[in-house]
């Protein structure tokens, strides 16, 4: 489980298409939160990490979301994404390691969590919300999507369910939602929570 937390490994995985969960498009529960915000919002510093092939990244941008970063430890991805959107902000395209980000040069508004969670070893999750917390501005928001469900094996995606979020998202963050999703993608329907907390 140890390679989850390597580069290489999802780069090899990027490389071979063996991303499995991956919808091949913006994930309709994110697309709906996005389309109800204000205007004002357009221009919050916000992160997509671990963002992977970046749906919700390039959503954001085609609506005017000036100020978006993406970041991803591996490359390919992120190159892909460069190449269909070739007018994004190359600074705002991060190869780095989401734990490894210095809250003195990031801070964000809101953060946007799509399958990240999922993909990190489970031992890191209490290590994930730590940071989440450091890199968001003063009562910055978390804002995303859980898996409310087990998985088999030892490799990603990694479920879980409400009562461990509940504890583990507690000690940093004022809960506001964290509910079954009412308009999940149809090959998740039933096996998502909504989230939206608040740092505290």
Same mark, same amino acid.
């Given at each position: !489980? &140890?390679?989850?937390?390597?580069?290489?490994?999802?780069?090899?995985?990027?490389?071979?298409?063996?991303?499995?969960?991956?919808?091949?498009?913006?994930?309709?529960?994110?697309?709906?939160?996005?389309?109800?915000?204000?205007?004002?919002?357009?221009?919050?510093?916000?992160?997509?990490?671990?963002?992977?092939?970046?749906?919700?990244?390039?959503?954001?941008?085609?609506?005017?979301?000036?100020?978006?970063?993406?970041?991803? =430890?591996?490359?390919?991805?992120?190159?892909?994404?460069?190449?269909?959107?070739?007018?994004?902000?190359? &600074?705002?395209?991060? *190869?780095?390691?989401?734990?490894? @980000?210095?809250?003195?040069?990031?801070?964000?508004?809101?953060?946007?969590?799509?399958?990240?969670? *999922?993909?990190?070893?489970?031992?890191?999750?209490?290590?994930?919300?730590?940071?989440?917390?450091?890199?968001?501005?003063?009562?910055?928001?978390?804002?995303?999507?859980?898996?409310?469900?087990?998985?088999?094996?030892?490799?990603?995606?990694?479920?879980? +369910?409400?009562?461990?979020?509940?504890?583990?998202?507690?000690?940093? =963050?004022?809960?506001?939602? !964290?509910?079954? *999703?009412?308009?999940? +993608?149809?090959?998740?329907?039933?096996?998502? @929570?909504?989230?939206?907390?608040?740092?505290?």
């Amino acid at each position: !489980m &140890d390679n989850v937390n390597q580069a290489n490994f999802w780069q090899q995985r990027y490389e071979s298409d063996s991303i499995g969960w991956d919808m091949g498009e913006v994930s309709p529960p994110l697309k709906a939160y996005i389309d109800q915000l204000p205007n004002g919002a357009k221009h919050d510093a916000i992160l997509v990490p671990g963002a992977g092939n970046a749906y919700e990244v390039g959503y954001l941008y085609e609506q005017g979301f000036t100020n978006v970063t993406l970041v991803d =430890f591996a490359p390919a991805p992120i190159t892909d994404f460069a190449k269909r959107y070739p007018d994004f902000p190359k &600074d705002q395209l991060v *190869c780095a390691d989401f734990f490894e @980000l210095s809250p003195n040069q990031y801070k964000f508004d809101w953060i946007l969590e799509q399958t990240f969670f *999922c993909a990190i070893n489970p031992q890191r999750r209490d290590e994930y919300v730590q940071q989440m917390a450091r890199l968001l501005k003063p009562k910055g928001k978390l804002v995303g999507l859980l898996f409310d469900r087990d998985f088999s094996g030892n490799q990603p995606p990694f479920g879980g +369910h409400l009562e461990e979020y509940q504890q583990r998202f507690e000690t940093h =963050f004022a809960i506001e939602i !964290m509910q079954p *999703c009412y308009n999940s +993608h149809p090959a998740r329907q039933g096996s998502e @929570l909504f989230i939206k907390l608040r740092a505290k």
